[in-house]
């Protein structure tokens, strides 16, 4: 009996240690455990279902609903088993992990939590930078970065049918770098299109080195034209690209493009390219002419270099040069300067300041160090200019030196007068015609005198001094003479403004109209010699020119509570009114065209979507408009917009047009001009989502001819895009196709130690 009770109380007691145990097994579902430091970097949080620990072998082995986090990510499976000495990881079941933002997953994972190192089996990886999907049987992680695949996808596509996609045997892959594929294909819609034996391509969304992709059309002038450019990342602040380019009717083209930056205060780009041209060519363009039978060495360069030396001390060269003056006719639809054509240059390597096309009639290489200190500039300046109209360059006048002193409007010694004076000395050198030394030299004493809010009048008077020594062809006698130009005159400007409450709260608040005329006297008497070719003539002058302006400024306030203003409307009306004329046809000695033309300018912008600007000016003793220039800019919020642009000056002689403002008197000698009537036009239709369809034409109504007209169309969708066009220009015809993936093969800008 006794027996049988301390049976059953040992029963008893192992059934409760047993229920009890169980209960505190399933409640302890979470565990800190703190690794070993020499073993383990950091400690591990692990959450779980049930967990059982092995004190031999020094392991957790984790089930249900495993959470397992670590420095950089986590891993999710449904059982992990974790070697607390070394890190290492085996897991089963729903693998999910995340490291690095990088995300794996599969059914059966080797992971290491230490080194982010292991092997994902019937897996697939997923990396956050460069959207880039892989998958394969067997994904080796090597490192933090770099991973190898057996029987492997990859595409930067969501979904699980993907519309690309590269196929491998074997594949490796670095984040942020490039993928290299061995016994592969490439898959549209996971149909072969392209087998690939060995293939490099890019999965980077920084500066790496590697191919980029290439430009591919057809022209009825060079017929199949390929380049395939490979940038090289040398260092950190220094790069290059090298294209390699074959146009068909012409031969190989080779060009190569060198940007550096070592400091903030230095940056430069270098290009050069040369081909030795096949083409035979024999014709007359204007007052060019060739006739090419044999082959010719045909290059461009470009340099251009910015150093400071400290804030307003800077040198700078923009030295542009091609083989000859038909290059830009040419390669007139495609090459480097249209493709780094920047009008804002705000980006240090994009400052191409002018259009590489067929209408290029001069190209300006310059250098010059500049000086900048408070009221003060000093530059100096050496400027060589090539005339593509014109087989030979012998008549271009060139600048070299060019040394000009400026001082802006500035009282003079903290008094009520302002001082102000223009300099320069210019040597004008050219091999046939005249040349030699011209200087000019401009002081200005203003005073701006204020009646309350009402008005306000500046007198100036001043001096100009010109000098010249002139020599010409052999035979011819020199010049040396100079002028004398006295100034005198004011300048007298009110504003009136009215501010309307429309409103409050979000929205428009508020509208300010203002209205502001001015007018402007000058006399000018001058007195001068005999006079080079390249000394503008200026006449004595007695002239008023008024102006009168208009402003439309809105206040509004955004969902954010925040308010923005915007100019809706600047309208500035402004004409001259020549006594001496007038005063000379009182006494018959004059065509009576006192009043000068008219002029307007406009900038009209009421909201976002859309855009007015016109530059015109009208001459009322003719009855024509001389100039007349306008933009227009629609769009909407879809994406379609339209852009219609006309151009318009008049030909024949202007004459001069006398430019006067308060501190200084210029003269622009219009002379001879060609007639301009110019249309433009760019249309872009947002069809659907994926869908544009885009038209450029840009027409000389002169002539009646078009210069170029383009149609075409680009298809986007989430990892590809495609753009097709076909372009008709006076000189040729082309069709080009553009296909991109997404991801690949996009290079960005120079990464440098420094913030640009």
């Known amino acids: 009996m006794r027996l049988l009770r301390s049976?059953?109380?040992?029963?008893?007691?192992?059934?409760?240690?047993?229920?009890?145990?169980?209960?505190?097994?399933?409640?302890?579902?979470?565990?800190?455990?703190?690794?070993?430091?020499k073993q383990v970097t950091g400690p591990y949080n692990i959450e779980a279902d049930l967990f059982t620990y092995e004190r031999d072998t020094d392991t957790y082995q984790a089930q249900g609903n495993v959470i397992i986090t670590?420095?950089?990510?986590?891993?999710?499976?449904?059982?992990?088993?974790?070697?607390?000495?070394?890190?290492?990881?085996?897991?089963?079941?729903?693998?999910?992990?995340?490291?690095?933002?990088?995300?794996l997953e599969g059914e059966v994972a080797f992971f290491n939590l230490d080194d982010k190192t292991g092997t994902l089996y019937k897996g697939k990886v997923f990396f956050a930078k460069s959207h880039m999907y892989l998958k394969g049987d067997e994904i080796e992680k090597k490192g933090e970065a770099d991973y190898f695949l057996k029987n492997a996808d990859a595409t930067t596509c969501d979904g699980e049918k993907p519309a690309w996609r590269f196929k491998a045997r074997e594949l490796d892959v670095t984040v942020d770098g490039y993928g290299t594929i061995k016994d592969g294909s490439f898959q549209i819609k996971n149909?072969?299109?392209l087998y690939l034996p060995w293939m490099l391509f890019p999965a980077k969304t920084t500066r790496q080195s590697g191919f980029l992709f290439p430009h591919i059309s057809y022209s009825s002038e060079n017929g199949i034209d390929v380049e395939v450019p490979f940038f090289w990342a040398i260092s950190e602040s220094t790069d290059a690209t090298f294209y390699q380019r074959y146009i068909g009717e012409r031969g190989y083209k080779q060009g190569i493009e060198y940007r550096y930056a070592p400091s903030k205060d230095t940056f430069g780009t270098i290009y050069t390219d040369y081909i030795k041209d096949h083409k035979s060519e024999s014709e007359i363009k204007d007052a060019l002419t060739r006739d090419w039978q044999d082959s010719r060495n045909r290059w461009s360069y470009y340099i251009n270099h910015e150093t400071t030396f400290s804030p307003g001390f800077y040198f700078r060269t923009d030295l542009r040069k091609v083989s000859d003056h038909w290059y830009f006719r040419d390669f007139s639809n495609y090459n480097y300067y249209l493709e780094n054509y920047s009008q804002s240059q705000t980006n240090r390597f994009e400052k191409v300041s002018f259009r590489g096309d067929q209408s290029l009639t001069s190209l300006d290489s310059t250098a010059r160090l500049v000086k900048s200190s408070g009221f003060y500039n000093f530059t100096a300046l050496a400027q060589y200019t090539d005339d593509l109209r014109y087989n030979s360059n012998d008549a271009t006048m060139q600048r070299y030196p060019e040394l000009t002193f400026t001082t802006i409007r500035h009282p003079v010694f903290n008094s009520a007068f302002n001082?102000?004076?223009?300099?320069?000395?210019?040597?004008?050198?050219?091999?046939?015609?005249?040349?030699?030394?011209?200087?000019?030299?401009?002081?200005?004493?203003?005073?701006?005198?204020?009646?309350?809010?009402?008005?306000?009048?500046?007198?100036?008077?001043?001096?100009?001094?010109t000098f010249w020594d002139s020599s010409g062809e052999s035979g011819t006698p020199d010049k040396q003479d100079s002028r004398t130009m006295g100034i005198v005159g004011t300048t007298a400007s009110t504003e009136a403004f009215r501010i309307y409450d429309i409103g409050k709260g979000e929205g428009l608040e508020k509208i300010r109209h203002s209205i502001k005329p001015e007018i402007t006297y000058t006399y000018a008497a001058v007195s001068q010699g005999d006079r080079p070719v390249y000394v503008a003539n200026i006449d004595s002058t007695n002239q008023l020119i008024y102006s009168l302006s208009n402003y439309l400024t809105t206040r509004s306030r955004g969902k954010d509570g925040k308010p923005f203003y915007r100019e809706v409307l600047r309208l500035k009306l402004t004409q001259s009114y020549d006594i001496k004329l007038a005063r000379e046809n009182t006494s018959g000695g004059s065509s009576g065209k006192e009043f000068g033309p008219v002029g307007l300018e406009a900038d009209v912008n009421p909201f976002e979507y859309l855009y007015y600007h016109a530059d015109a000016a009208f001459d009322q003793n003719t009855g024509d408009w001389i100039r007349s220039n306008h933009d227009v800019t629609v769009k909407d919020a879809r994406g379609d917009s339209a852009t219609i642009g006309y151009r318009y000056t008049k030909g024949g002689s202007l004459g001069y047009n006398y430019l006067v403002q308060p501190g200084y008197v210029t003269t622009t000698?219009?002379?001879?001009?060609?007639?301009?009537?110019?249309?433009?036009?760019?249309?872009?239709?947002?069809?659907?989502?994926?869908?544009?369809?885009?038209?450029?034409?840009?027409?000389?109504?002169?002539?009646?001819?078009?210069?170029?007209?383009?149609?075409?169309?680009?298809?986007?969708?989430?990892?590809?895009?495609?753009?097709?066009?076909?372009?008709?220009t006076t000189d040729d015809k082309r069709v080009m196709v553009i296909f991109s993936l997404t991801g690949l093969g996009k290079v960005g800008g120079m990464s440098s130690p420094v913030s640009f």
Request: glycine share 10%; charged share 20%.
């Open 70 to 103: 670590f420095k950089g990510g986590f891993l999710k499976a449904d059982s992990v088993t974790i070697n607390k000495q070394t890190g290492d990881s085996w897991a089963e079941g729903n693998v999910f992990i995340n490291s690095d933002g990088d995300i």
């Open 191 to 193: 149909t072969p299109v």
């Open 7 to 37: 049976t059953a109380a040992i029963l008893i007691a192992l059934v409760v240690s047993f229920f009890f145990g169980a209960c505190l097994s399933f409640a302890a579902t979470s565990l800190k455990v703190a690794p070993q430091k």
């Open 419 to 465: 001082f102000e004076m223009t300099s320069i000395y210019d040597y004008f050198y050219r091999n046939v015609g005249e040349k030699g030394h011209y200087g000019d030299i401009s002081p200005i004493i203003s005073r701006t005198v204020s009646f309350g809010d009402y008005a306000q009048f500046t007198p100036f008077t001043g001096v100009r001094g």
């Open 669 to 728: 000698n219009t002379g001879v001009q060609t007639a301009i009537r110019e249309l433009n036009l760019a249309l872009k239709g947002k069809i659907t989502k994926s869908l544009n369809l885009f038209y450029v034409l840009r027409r000389n109504e002169v002539d009646a001819v078009s210069l170029e007209t383009t149609y075409g169309f680009e298809y986007t969708q989430q990892c590809w895009g495609m753009q097709v066009s076909y372009q008709d």
